[in-house]
């Protein structure tokens, strides 16, 4: 039987990739007594790699937002992974890490991360309200354009 947050995605029409497997030497999340850490996502979609570039050079704020929903995605689909498939088992999404590729003269990045943020306040209601920082680096992983990490309280 469908949680409640399952049916919610499903009622907004969203479906979640696969948990992504780590592509270096670490895990994609660890949980550590109520809280769930979930490394870096970058905008992969069932194994294919989603938005590279860089905002400020081509690549539009729009762009990025879009991003950052999909590194969202990931991240609901790993904390998925760490409730063994139970996202009712969230109680709050604590906090979001927003690295964003862009140019020195850039200054949008809440803008982006928004495209994060927003996602997890539909999904979760008041539960995906969140702490946030959103940061420009001159460059992420593979190229691509936004990179998130994130804490979650789980019961």
């Known amino acids: 039987m469908a949680g409640r947050i399952d049916a919610r995605l499903?009622?907004?029409?969203?479906?979640?990739?696969?948990?992504?497997?780590p592509a270096a030497n670490y895990v994609p999340y660890v949980i550590s007594g109520d809280l769930v850490f979930v490394a870096g996502q970058?905008?992969?979609?069932?194994?294919?790699?989603?938005?590279?570039g860089r905002l400020g050079d081509g690549f539009e704020v729009e762009d990025g937002r879009k991003?950052?929903?999909?590194?969202?995605?990931n991240i609901i689909a790993q904390v998925k992974a760490a409730c063994g498939g139970d996202l009712d088992r969230v109680k709050r999404i604590v906090k979001l890490g927003c690295f964003v590729n862009a140019t020195p003269d850039f200054n949008k990045h809440p803008v982006v991360a928004n495209g994060a943020s927003d996602l997890m306040?539909?999904?979760?209601?008041?539960?995906?309200?969140?702490?946030?920082?959103?940061?420009?680096?001159?460059?992420?992983?593979?190229?691509?354009a936004v990179e998130?990490?994130?804490?979650?309280?789980?019961e």
């Open 42 to 52: 970058v905008p992969f979609w069932n194994g294919e790699l989603t938005s590279i």
């Open 10 to 21: 499903q009622e907004l029409g969203i479906e979640l990739p696969k948990a992504a497997s």
């Open 121 to 144: 306040v539909e999904i979760f209601g008041d539960a995906g309200k969140h702490a946030r920082f959103a940061v420009g680096s001159n460059t992420l992983p593979l190229g691509v």
């Open 148 to 154: 998130i990490d994130a804490v979650v309280e789980i």
């Open 67 to 73: 991003a950052a929903r999909t590194c969202a995605l």
